[in-house]
């Protein structure tokens, strides 16, 4: 064989052990990461749960503590929206016995509640879990957890505000409808003495009941936000009328000079003006319920749904905050 060929097999005979060893290498190489990667995995992950079960079984005995806690919590919450249901049904009532009882049973439940909630918060002040270290020393699962205990304190320390708010716009409601109310009886007792010619009586009742329509009138204005006109302003509006026109029909028949006829043209043209603003008047009660969606709408419907609204995500915090079944977390090593 020539020095030629010999060489080139030669050459050939390298390339192939080359080939072979870089196959090798591979092998060892891919089977090297894959010994890596079961060796290798970060703390929080739920294979190596043994590298945070101490710091998980110092943060969940505190946050089983606080869920107790969160549990009675829960509790005077579902009282306190029974209390702002009963409190929007009850504005329309003739009852306020059932609306003063709604109010004082939520009341109790707000500082209930207000109290538990900032107790627990000053308890939980230092709990730990929010470093820059958290991840690896704590399970992903202990740490949602904390979260979520976290929120739920935070949603029941927002409930005494909107209790106040709903206990406020209920009661000026029902002050609402009650003077309304008042007004319509003083109107009714004017009415009387006016038809036993008892004029001049029956002029000052009339006054009180103008001034009942001041008082609803600035009632109005705390009650039911800007100036676009409700069915509330149409009641004030066509009240006073007739108090007025029934007022001056009072005054011409004091001064005319032949109480039972004929009478002077002053009494025809104010008993005319009284007979078209009796028709103005609403027909029925049915004014009053719109009248007080009116003013539901202007914040008391609004609490009572933000009210529902914390109470569902303090259940639901409560259910993410149950502790893991036992035998979830690893044993010491």
């Known amino acids: 064989m020539s020095s030629a060929s010999a060489r080139c097999v030669s050459l050939i005979g390298r390339a192939i052990r080359g080939l072979f060893w870089t196959a090798i290498f591979a092998v060892l190489a891919a089977g090297g990461a894959g010994l890596v990667g079961q060796a290798w995995h970060p703390p929080g992950s739920p294979v190596r749960a043994e590298l945070t079960y101490p710091g998980d079984a110092a943060l969940d005995a505190r946050l089983d503590a606080a869920t107790a806690g969160l549990a009675e919590i829960a509790d005077e919450v579902e009282v306190l929206a029974d209390a702002a249901k009963s409190a929007l049904a009850e504005v329309t009532s ?5 609306l003063r009882a709604a109010v004082e049973r939520g009341d109790e439940a707000a500082t209930t509640i207000e109290a538990s909630a900032a107790e627990l918060r000053l308890a939980l002040a230092d709990l730990p879990g ?7 020393e704590y399970s992903n699962a202990t740490l949602v957890r904390r979260s979520s205990v976290l929120a739920a304190i935070e949603a029941a320390s927002g409930l005494a505000v909107h ?7 209920a009661t000026e409601t029902a002050n609402l409808t009650t003077q309304i109310a008042r007004h319509d009886q003083t109107v009714l007792a004017a009415a009387a003495d006016g038809r036993e010619r008892r004029y001049q009586r029956a002029m000052r009742i009339l006054d009180e009941a103008l001034l009942l329509v001041v008082d609803i009138q ?5 009650l039911i936000a800007g100036s676009e006109g409700t069915v509330l302003d149409e009641w004030i509006i066509r009240s006073r009328n007739y108090d007025t026109a029934l007022r001056s029909l009072y005054a011409a028949l004091r001064d005319c ?15 005319r003006d009284e007979r078209l603003a009796f028709e103005q008047l609403p027909p029925d009660r049915r004014t009053i319920i719109v009248i007080v969606s009116e003013v539901a709408a202007g914040g008391l ?7 529902e609204d914390a109470r569902g995500q ?3 915090a409560l259910v993410e905050a149950e502790a893991p079944e036992p035998g979830a977390s690893p044993a010491v090593p």
């Open 94 to 98: 003739s009852e306020s016995e059932r």
């Open 130 to 136: 929010d470093g820059p270290t958290a991840t690896i």
């Open 163 to 169: 209790w106040r708010q709903v206990a406020a716009r």
């Open 218 to 222: 600035s009632r109005r204005a705390r």
């Open 257 to 271: 000079s032949c109480p039972g006829g004929p009478f002077t043209v002053e009494v025809q043209f104010a008993n």
């Open 301 to 307: 419907t609004d609490a009572v749904i933000a009210i």
């Open 314 to 316: 303090i259940e639901t």
